[in-house]
């Protein structure tokens, strides 16, 4: 009895009954503040400026005028990005059909990658989260297809008009200044499309990805593409080009809708613990972070200067040294040519971040403390990087260690979605394993 009584009771303090009789959490004074706080940096709009739509509400996902999204494109999408049978113009023979999209962004690491550096052709295994990924000896090193820098997540892409680090992928919107002038060497960006529905098209010419009439007939998704695109005329149905609008649909349909701020938002008080609740209240004032990380993906199309490391060093693998000096350690200012924009990174996804062991364009940290105690301390990596370019938020913090505990709190527990198993499919169309198909990958993925 008494203890039934002590239950009775927490149910008066901490909740109500609505208009259906059902009992509801009352916000405690700390829930208030957070809300308060959101209300300020959301210029009025709460915490419905905040929450991520259910990824199967098309409707209410940001997306390209010239590719509305649609169940059937989303579930070729769903199969093209994991579809190893899309790997068919590899530079060695050998090694086909044993990668896709997924292979640099594989589920099991939030959709990064799940090493520093990713590989696609000419890596061989997995492990259990895409750790043991490593390069295929084989594989003469120059046919290799191995990122010079650190993948970002496909996680909540649809909040971003442009791809890619430095943001040269995309002809419209933050782009639409630049689009011609780098017409010669990404041609797509004169197609007035969108960042996702640029690199379904650029990155199927970069990694290595045939899809086309063969591909579908031959794997059997030819009545898949005449469901996503029946306007399209047959004799180009199947192709790089719906290709890359499939893949792109799917691509923004990937939210970190469960996640537990996303809960909370909702109204689910108890959804974030008290220490991850004022690590928001942190992330929203003091610790200055939703000045470049706002909106229901807590990014933006910002590119600011961190000062920090890029992908060098440590056993990184760089094949291109020329273009990687002007197109990848230049940042936006490699793509346009603007010294103002010189090591200036997009602001990156910050969810899931605890499913992925590397931080940073360059993937020179190795945990989420370690990139707030940085920003916090304020003293740039990169000596490269002028002091005029840094960030204003860069330094100057003045975080606790108490603080930065919670911080860290809110960002590695609260901004992690833990089912993002759903946006895999059980298998694709060709029997193939996924993400990867080659012969460690099959034994590391019980494939075979």
Partial sequence: MKRVGFVLLVMVLYSCANDDGEYVLIPTTLDQE?????????????????????????ASIPQDPLNPLTPEKVALGKLLVHE????????????????????CHPVASGFYAGVRQGISEGGMGFGLAGEARVLNTVTPLDSVDILPIKV?????????????????????????????ASADEIPENLLGLEGLEVQGMAGQDVHRLKI???????????????????????????????????IAAFNRTVLANQAPWQDWLKGDFDAMTEEEKRGAVLFFEKGKCVNCHTGPSLKSNEFHALGM??????????????????????GRGGFTGRAEDNYKFKVPNLYNLADNPFYGHGGTFTSIRQVIEYINRGQKENPLVPDSQLARE???LGLTEREI???TAFITNAL???????????SVLSNNCIPNNDAQSKIDLDCE
Wanted: glycine share 10%; hydrophobic share 40%.
């Fill in 212 to 246: 086309d009439e063969e591909f579908a007939e031959t794997y059997g998704y030819k009545s898949m593409f005449d469901a996503a695109f029946p306007d399209i005329a047959e004799e180009e149905r199947y192709s790089r080009f719906t290709g890359a609008l499939a």
């Fill in 405 to 407: 505990d919670q911080l």
């Fill in 394 to 396: 860069f330094g100057g």
């Fill in 84 to 103: 190893t049978a899309t790997g068919g113009a590899p530079k060695v023979e050998a090694n086909k059909f044993e990668y896709a999209c997924a292979s």
């Fill in 416 to 426: 992690r979605d833990p089912n993002l198993q759903r946006y895999e499919p059980d």
């Fill in 34 to 58: 957070l809300l308060a706080t959101l209300d300020i940096a959301s210029d009025g709009q709460g915490t419905s400026f905040f929450i991520l739509p259910n990824e199967t509400d098309l």
């Fill in 152 to 180: 970002p997540t496909l996680l909540n892409v649809a909040y971003q008009d442009i791809m890619l680090w430095n943001g040269a992928l995309g002809g419209t919107g933050t782009n639409a200044p630049f689009a011609a």
């Fill in 309 to 330: 490391g890029d992908l060098t060093g440590n056993g990184a693998v760089i094949l291109d040294q020329e273009n990687f000096d002007e197109n990848v350690v230049k």
